[in-house]
DNA sequence: CCTGTCAAGTGAAAAATTTCATAAAATTAC
DNA sequence: GTAATTTTATGAAATTTTTCACTTGACAGG
């Protein structure tokens, strides 16, 4: 089997979404065309994603939503539940705890730490808030391999190196610092204010001929 | 001069970031490699990114921290203040008006906006929720480019378009709907759910041999 | 002031990704 | 039942992005 680009994972989940949505809607069937246009791509690019895993289109049909969806939730891991570490119960870790969401996409929040004292033992939305000194030990009984890291970014390294001991294999990192794990950790970094400001790049250079489109 | 890719773009932030906190820790000079190293990206890459904007870094040296902190801060629009709006105060949203990281990067959320009536009129942060009737007109009035978007995704696709109607040019949407505007106009859209689904594709096919990393 | 080393800048090469062209299968229209 | 149309699959071409090789300028040591 060939080796699957890193965009095309990014871009399989995006079809996956629609596929569901259109699943939802009662579509019996769907074709590469209209996966590509609810997202701005090209159609080749979506059969050649799909081909990566195999040939389970008809021709001169489309594919069979129920069927195209099952095999994506399998090819990314998505067929089964996952249990999530949330370390950090600031204001975004509570917004993300409360966050429906991740429950609705397979990803059930299963514990949350936090070194305030303040914190510890309230409960939000079913989860009892822990002290980080259990962080390890809940994590690995739990065999968590997810966590979500909502911590100011002085602790961010500290703290995701104890989770990788802990068994974690994969990060996803809202503190504004770059963490890095080489193979086969995986840290996913979203930094909020980051995002808006790759949009002013482009607000500030609107209508000069360098840019990319 | 020369068309920039997306690509390029979303590394300048990151080299950018890592040039403020060398600036703060007193480095008075940088070179490509270190920024690469900090990133785990090739040097080279580092220069030619640097280079679609001119040459200013010195051979044998590298680049003066000030200056090209100064000079990132002006290509991506970050050497003055933004307003944003933001639209939706759920979890999600009333949290991201209490992030403090967007001001520290030169954005001021001026105005937040809800539908529900309890929430009108209470006041978050020195922002006073206002009701979503009266966006456009505050939007309009205040010259606000850049709108947050924390609304369910029912309500996205309207709501965004009465955005742009109202001239706001960049949207940064968590409604996991995919928005979509053709240029000028510019859409981040940031799925939480759908990191941690990346997340999931790495950790299940770890270990076979299929994998980019 | 010469020599060696370092690092930016630049054009070419390589690699990766996307688009295109074509073939083949399934469906629809006649 | 045949022709036309639709749509997937796949290998080739084009494009984009990254890496490499080389040149040049700057600085340090002798």
């Excluded at 090819?75 to 429950?103: Q, T």
């Excluded at 070194?115 to 980080?132: A, C, F, L, N």
Aim: hydrophobic share 40%.
């Amino acid at each position: 089997m060939k080796r699957i680009p890193e965009v095309t994972v990014e871009r399989l989940i995006k079809y996956l979404r629609f596929v569901e949505e259109m699943e939802k809607d009662g579509m019996r069937n769907l074709t590469a065309k209209q996966i590509a246009e609810s997202l701005g791509l090209n159609p080749h690019l979506v059969r050649k994603d799909l081909a990566y895993f195999g040939q389970f289109g008809k021709r001169g049909k489309g594919y069979e939503t129920e069927k195209l969806g099952e095999t994506l939730r399998k090819i990314m891991g998505l067929d089964k539940r996952w249990k999530v570490a949330l370390v950090g119960v600031g204001n975004l870790g509570s917004a993300l705890l409360r966050y429906p969401g991740f429950k609705e996409r397979g990803f059930d929040v299963v514990c949350a730490f936090d070194t305030s004292p303040q914190k510890i033992g309230r409960q939000i939305e079913d989860i009892k808030i822990e002290s980080m000194d259990k962080m390890e030990e809940i994590v690995s009984k739990e065999n968590i391999k997810i966590a979500i890291l909502s911590i100011p970014k002085e602790a961010a390294e500290e703290v995701s190196d104890r989770l990788v001991k802990a068994g974690v294999m994969g990060i996803l990192n809202f503190a504004p610092r770059y963490l890095q794990y080489s193979y086969p950790f995986r840290v996913l970094n979203v930094d909020l204010s980051l995002y808006l400001e790759s949009l002013t790049f482009y607000l500030e250079n609107d209508g000069k001929k360098n840019l990319s489109m």
